[in-house]
DNA sequence: GATGAATGAGCATTCATTCAT
DNA sequence: CATGAATGAATGCTCATTCAT
């Protein structure tokens, strides 16, 4: 009779056992990143969602248990391309290599779909999906970069936490602004980066 | 009597000419600021901003004109106040010493309402809310600085975005993460500003 | 963005402060009544006692927090007819008389809305209404007209509950037979109440 | 499809010959008398029963055409226990005797499970229901007993009916209240029982 | 038969906005 | 001008039921 507060998991709700369920949650997943790009969060509804991967709104809440748990789920896989990109940045020979690697990764994953990454940016930060979404791989990722690019660098946390700051303001603006030259806007984001940290204690 | 109307002006429906009405803004206002601090875009509403004003609903509806003129009242007064700071670093001798100003500028305003200055990041990026704020200001006074500290920078309309970028998104992140130190933050701003310049074309 | 969970109070929203909306809130009550009687608690929803009342659902959640709010009140409306009534019971010489007055007020109670008696009957055992609905004043009046009928009963809390119970259970099923007599039926639960009270320890 | 047939059967859809199904369904009836033990009518949904009964959603529809089937199948299980209990009554040699065993039977499956009892009884009244649970048998008892206890009483048929009434309103509100003293409690209902049957017109 | 994915009508509730007083 | 009662479109979510596999 009256509606069941609770703390809301924002995992989905089953794993999809059958391949046809598999189906479903990509495409549900795909169309809340499809909607949240044209509509924003203002347009960003669980209907439209449904509608737009064309199952009933009923699919969409077998597989996930709220609305913020698409968002989450577009979190994880968008932070799983990314990290998957980033990581070929371990692999190279020298720091400044790697780090030059992984500003190229953020700059391709930022501007491929640049308002669906500054509004998942934005969505990362809400206090009420905190702690839903793991960073720590992604900032590890980034700090032991950092520590091979800037050895002698006094505090390796704060600069990987600055250099992640650096790269999405500029890039996220560039993607507001339009920009689309990927070598130029590289380019800049090196000179940020580098600059940063030869200036702030680094090599 | 629905929720979702075409075209809004943002202005305030009237100028308030006597002292009164001024106040009552104002308050109406500064209530938006903090409904939006403490209860974040979920819980910010019409009726709670009224509320927390102290005044009715109607009144509310007499100043302004819809949901959204209370966001863009609340940017411009921050841009304001922000605008005024900023622009005593017109009055330094040194280019260098006029963009630290900036930058010292900068860190204040975000730290001093940390949430507040991010969500209002946010909001200004919302696509309803492009153009009814005027950034013109602030991108001329950040390239008039630009021009000054490096004079020689082949392209200072871009320096000026990406250097307003990269202020912003540490400084934010630095808020997001509680930070409160100033003069560390400044210096680590700093490095990233200056760094860059020097690397993509500046003296 | 997402559901705010919290505590439901189940007292009223607003004290209503005009005229106006004394008379929403009055029929917003009666027709919560009217839906219950005809459609049980199966068609009990918001939307109709909303329609029913020909108040907007809007209007109704500016009184009621929530459904179970409306339910609340409709038994705090028919308690307090209720008591009301009862309460001349006191004012009886004797014992007898009062207790008999007693059964009297109960059965009209009972019989005046049969079928809304019994769903609010059913209701008040909703452990998630419990407490809401104030019956100790109810139980104090009953076990003092049964403390003067019986004085000399060793449980004098035990027979009120047990006096209480065997009206209801009785009233009620005849109300469910459809039984309109209520002489007769006065009779018969006076035999039960007297015969209860001479053969478990009163006088 | 929807969610609101019109007319159902309540009826099992297959008498289950095989003695697998007859366990299936002997699982799904007790998983639905857990389930409303402890979720109330609130979260008693086939989707939970079929969870608890460890069979899948399908299975359930199979063997009940729909919800409500579940219930009067519940319904139907604890009446013939009670019947069967209650039958020995009538080997009883006095008609006092009947009638006090009758009462103990009474008690005895109503402290069993005391919420269950309870909310079969609330269910028994819902008019939908009517009618598909046979109470002619129990009534029937109950009249052959009542005359042979009270032989002259005028109006046997409304004895039975107010003697059931009696002892489900009292041993319902002590269940509720958590009573667990079988034997008090069969002596007070046996206090009204035969005050009622003394004073209405009874021996 | 059994399974569980899919469906969608239905219901609770919120909130921007209007307008009679 | 101020008030706050009233409105109702919109949205999150549930759950009985069906049916393809």
Redesign the pocket.
Known sequence: ????PSH?PYRPR?A???S??E??VASIVEAAAQVLESEGFE??????VARRA??????????F????ALIVALIRRESARFYEDASVALTKRSGKAALEYLIGASVRQQLQRPMLARLLDIAEGRPALRGEVAKGEMDALVETIVGRAAPRHPNPEVAAADLLAIVKGMVDAAGERGERDLDDLERRVRAAVFGYLSRSGGA
């Open positions: 009779m009256s509606q069941r809301k089953k999809p056992a059958q046809r369920s189906a479903t347009g960003f509804n669980t209907n439209a064309g199952v009933s709104i009923g699919s969409l809440y077998q597989y248990p709220g609305k913020d």
